[in-house]
């Protein structure tokens, strides 16, 4: 856990940091959270009907890549301001 904190804390990318685009960033959202979505929907298989787990799973999508994109985009305007990019 010391060591995550560390490499949170430091940052793991200094040495390489390749430049954060809008576009990047919401590709690597879609992807994150589609995956995410798919282990949404096999936790919710079996307990509901498969409408249900299909609405749910797209709301869980859309709702979730947008929280990880605004989250994304947040980091690369408080990176900035730290002066790293």
């Known amino acids: 856990m010391c060591i995550s904190w560390l490499k949170a804390a430091y940052?793991?990318?200094?040495?390489?940091?390749?430049?954060?685009?809008?576009?990047?960033?919401?590709?690597?959202?879609?992807?994150?959270?589609?995956?995410?979505?798919?282990?949404?929907?096999?936790?919710l298989k079996g307990k509901a009907d498969l409408l249900y787990i299909v609405g749910a799973s797209v709301c869980f999508f859309i709702a979730f890549t947008a929280v990880s994109y605004a989250m994304l985009r947040g980091l690369r305007i408080l990176s900035a301001k730290r002066g790293g990019a």
């Open 11 to 43: 940052g793991i990318w200094n040495k390489i940091q390749p430049q954060s685009t809008p576009k990047k960033d919401f590709m690597i959202s879609i992807i994150c959270t589609g995956i995410f979505s798919i282990v949404f929907c096999r936790m």
